[in-house]
Nanobody, 122 residues
C-alpha cells in the first residue's frame, strides 16, 4: 500500500520555525520527485517546493525562497521541509506528493499525503 504521511505541523508565532516531514512507503522512493504543496482556506492548492530524484535538485515558489529548505533522506524514505521566518500568510494545510516524472505540475503527481496543518499567528 502506497503511503505518504506528513508530520511536524502546528501552531507557531510569526518569525518562528517548523520542520515538516513526509514519510513514504509502498513505492520505490528513490525513483520519485517529492513536492510540497499547501492549501489555505478558500484558496487553490499551490506548489511550495519540490526536490527531484537522483541529484536532488530543489525548486521553490518565489514567496518561500530564502526561508524554506527542502531535503530528502533516501535511506529513510523521507523528505523534509524546513520552514524558517514563518509569516501568517504561510498558514495552510501542507501536503507532500510523489511524482515519477519529476517536479512537474500539481495535477501530474501520482501519490498524495493527507496533509498537516500549519498555523502562523501574528
Amino acid at each position: 500500500e502506497v503511503q505518504l504521511v506528513e508530520s511536524g505541523g502546528g501552531l507557531v508565532q510569526a518569525g518562528g520555525s517548523l520542520r515538516l516531514s513526509c514519510a513514504a512507503s509502498g513505492f520505490t522512493f528513490d525513483d520519485y520527485a517529492i513536492g510540497w504543496f499547501r492549501q489555505a482556506p478558500g484558496k487553490e492548492r499551490e506548489g511550495v517546493s519540490c526536490i527531484s530524484n537522483g541529484d536532488g535538485v530543489a525548486q521553490y515558489e518565489d514567496s518561500v525562497k530564502g526561508r524554506f529548505t527542502i531535503s530528502r533522506d533516501n535511506a529513510k524514505n523521507t523528505v523534509y521541509l524546513q520552514m524558517n521566518s514563518l509569516k501568517p500568510e504561510d498558514t495552510a494545510v501542507y501536503y507532500c506528493a510523489a511524482d515519477f516524472m519529476g517536479c512537474t505540475v500539481l495535477s501530474d503527481y501520482d501519490y498524495w499525503g493527507q496533509g498537516t496543518q500549519v498555523t502562523v499567528s501574528s
